[in-house]
C-alpha cells in the first residue's frame, strides 16, 4: 500500500533534549517536506527536499533541521526543543515538484514541557 | 501564491449534493486550483486539482469557472465520513518549493 509513515505518532519531551521524528515513503517520491499545524495558523511548511541531498527552507525552518541521506526517508530533527515548537506536525511526498499533488502522513503531535 | 476565500463551514443533509465554493479572484494564469480534505485526527487527503477544465475524480468533481476566479467542489452525494475541513489552495505551477498554502479551509458538517 502507498503511504507515508510518521514515528513516533505521539510524543512529550522536555525543552532542550534533542529528538527525531522520522518520517519515510514508498511511493519513490522524489519530493519531501514537513508541515507544522497550530490552531488558528494553519499548516505551515519547515523544510523541504526536492531530492536526495537537496533541501530548503519553507515559512518556518527556526529550530528544525532535516536531511536527506535516502530518497525514502526524511528526518526533522529538533536539536533542542522548546515549548513553541509544542505542534502536530506532518510529513508529505510527491513525484513531482511543480504540480503533483502531496501525500500527507498521519501526523506526529509532539508536546514541550 | 494567491489568496482564497472559503465559508468557514457548511452543513449538509448525507446522500444529498453538496458544492463547497472558493473564491480566488487574484488567481494567476499559472495557478493550479487544488483541494485537499482533512478528517479528524488526520493528515491532510489530496482530493482534485485543475487548470481551466472541469475535472471529475472518484472522489469528487470540480467545476472551474471560465473567468477562473472562483471554483467549486461538488462531492455527489455526501456520506458521513465526507465530515471533514475542506482546503482550497492555488499552487503556481513554478513554486519550486511545491509548498501548499492552507487556508481556514470549510468545515464540512454532514447530517444523518
Known amino acids: 500500500e502507498a503511504q507515508v509513515t510518521q514515528n513516533p505518532r505521539y510524543l512529550i519531551t522536555v525543552t532542550g533534549k534533542k529528538l527525531t521524528v522520522t518520517c519515510s515513503q514508498n511511493?519513490?517520491?522524489?519530493?519531501m517536506s514537513w508541515y507544522r499545524q497550530d490552531p488558528g495558523l494553519g499548516l505551515r511548511q519547515i523544510y523541504y527536499?526536492?531530492?536526495?541531498?537537496?533541501?530548503d527552507k519553507g515559512d518556518v525552518p527556526e529550530g528544525y533541521k532535516v536531511s536527506r541521506k535516502e530518497k525514502r526517508n526524511f528526518p526533522l530533527i529538533l536539536e533542542s526543543p522548546s515549548p513553541n515548537q509544542t505542534s502536530l506536525y506532518f510529513c508529505?511526498?510527491?513525484?513531482?515538484?511543480?504540480?503533483?499533488?502531496?501525500?500527507f502522513g498521519p501526523g506526529t503531535r509532539l508536546t514541550v514541557l | 501564491d494567491a489568496k482564497t476565500t472559503q465559508p468557514n463551514s457548511m452543513e449538509s443533509n448525507e446522500e444529498e449534493p453538496v458544492h463547497l465554493p472558493c473564491n480566488h479572484s487574484t488567481i494567476s494564469g499559472t495557478d493550479y486550483i487544488h483541494w485537499y480534505r482533512q478528517l479528524p485526527s488526520q493528515g491532510p487527503e489530496y482530493v482534485i486539482h485543475g487548470l481551466t477544465s472541469n475535472v471529475n475524480n472518484r472522489m469528487a468533481s470540480l467545476a472551474i469557472a471560465e473567468d477562473r476566479k472562483s471554483s467549486t467542489l461538488i462531492l455527489h452525494r455526501a456520506t458521513l465520513r465526507d465530515a471533514a475541513v475542506y482546503y482550497c489552495i492555488l499552487r503556481d505551477v513554478y513554486n519550486a518549493g511545491n509548498m501548499l498554502t492552507f487556508g481556514g479551509g470549510t468545515r464540512l458538517m454532514v447530517k444523518p
Open positions: 511511493m519513490n517520491h522524489e519530493y
Open positions: 527536499s526536492m531530492n536526495v541531498e537537496v533541501t
Open positions: 508529505a511526498s510527491s513525484s513531482t515538484v511543480s504540480t503533483g499533488t502531496q501525500y
